[in-house]
């Protein structure tokens, strides 16, 4: 969702040298793309870990840090790596270690939930830089990476006049937003027998027992990408080749927003303003409890948000999305 404001942050600074401070288990997001002229890994959750990464952007002299997280440590990794100015949301007690940066919107104090792609790109606005044509999240995949995916898929059996569609069951926040394997199982039977298609499982790392209860549960054939295990560069192009995607409210879902491909979101937990933009080809399936939105790991209650949504919902929404892109 902080795509947009990468490119119009090469917009802006055209002939800047620009790095990108990122995790290493999401590297391989933006490892292909033209915003930046390197990546430095951002393994600084110990101690050790955060005074080399302090050196390694010191090394960089770099002028200027444009903080996106909302965290007091990564303002304080850029400020003790160096950085001449350092922008960033002042917010969280981080003024103070802030050369300047925007206010977030806030109501009776509190601050106010908004798309993550237009709060990321209010940086950029507050650094007066042209933000009109950068709303839109975009994804790059190498040449070397699109032919991975084509063998890959030419693997499993999938041609290329075939309806493929994914389900993405898993989700690294918790178990909270995870429909439940038993219905992704009906749901794979419903589609299979409304579209005869292939149904390709993204798995993710120890998600391996939500895809067997999910292909031992469903009567249909099921592509399970478990022991493949299919990184997030990989993930790209498979996504890519999808005519629709099934998946809880995680990541993939952004990656078929930024290949347009159509998305059935069902989302429990998590509070729908976060991510209410460029829903053009996205259909959000959510029930609204007294307890909503908790964002918890795990449900302390019945998990009524997420079971209630039921699978001919789910196929229905696919159905409309399909019908209005024909």
């Not at 996106?68 to 922008?87: C, D, E, H, I, Q």
């Not at 898929?153 to 006049?161: F, T, V």
């Amino acid at each position: 969702m902080a795509t947009p404001a990468f490119a119009c942050i090469r917009q802006g600074y055209p002939r800047s040298r620009l790095i990108a401070v990122i995790r290493g288990y999401v590297k391989k997001v933006i490892e292909d793309a033209p915003w930046f002229d390197g990546i430095v890994q951002a393994d600084d959750k110990t101690l050790p870990g955060f005074y080399q990464l302090v050196g390694r952007i010191r090394r960089l002299d770099s002028q200027m840090a444009i903080v996106f997280p909302n965290s007091l440590r990564a303002v304080l990794t850029a400020r003790l790596a160096g950085a001449r100015k350092v922008y960033g949301y002042r917010r969280n007690g981080r003024d103070v270690f802030l050369s300047g940066g925007p206010l977030p919107r806030r109501q009776a104090r509190r601050v106010v939930p908004e798309p993550m792609t237009a709060y990321y790109l209010g940086i950029c606005r507050w650094l007066g830089l042209s933000v009109d044509t950068q709303k839109k999240p975009r994804l790059h995949v190498s040449g070397s990476l699109a032919q991975k995916g084509r063998k890959l898929l030419e693997r499993y059996g999938i041609r290329d006049e075939d309806m493929l569609i994914g389900l993405n069951p898993g989700a690294r926040f918790g178990s909270s937003k995870c429909w439940p394997p038993e219905h992704f199982a009906r749901l794979a039977d419903l589609l299979t027998q409304r579209w005869n298609c292939k149904l390709l499982l993204f798995i993710g790392p120890g998600e391996e027992p939500i895809a067997n209860a999910i292909v031992g549960l469903s009567r249909v054939e099921i592509i399970n990408t478990a022991t493949e295990h299919v990184d997030l560069a990989v993930l790209k192009p498979l996504i890519q080749r999808c005519r629709l995607l099934v998946t809880n409210d995680t990541g993939p879902r952004h990656y078929a927003v930024a290949f347009d491909v159509p998305v059935v979101v069902i989302m429990g937990p998590t509070d729908p303003r976060y991510t209410d933009s460029n829903l053009e080809k996205t259909i959000v399936l959510r029930r609204e409890m007294d307890c909503s939105p908790c964002h918890l790991k795990k449900c302390p209650r019945d998990h009524s948000c997420m079971t209630e949504i039921t699978p001919e919902a789910v196929l229905h929404a696919g159905e409309k999305l399909l019908q209005e892109q024909a």
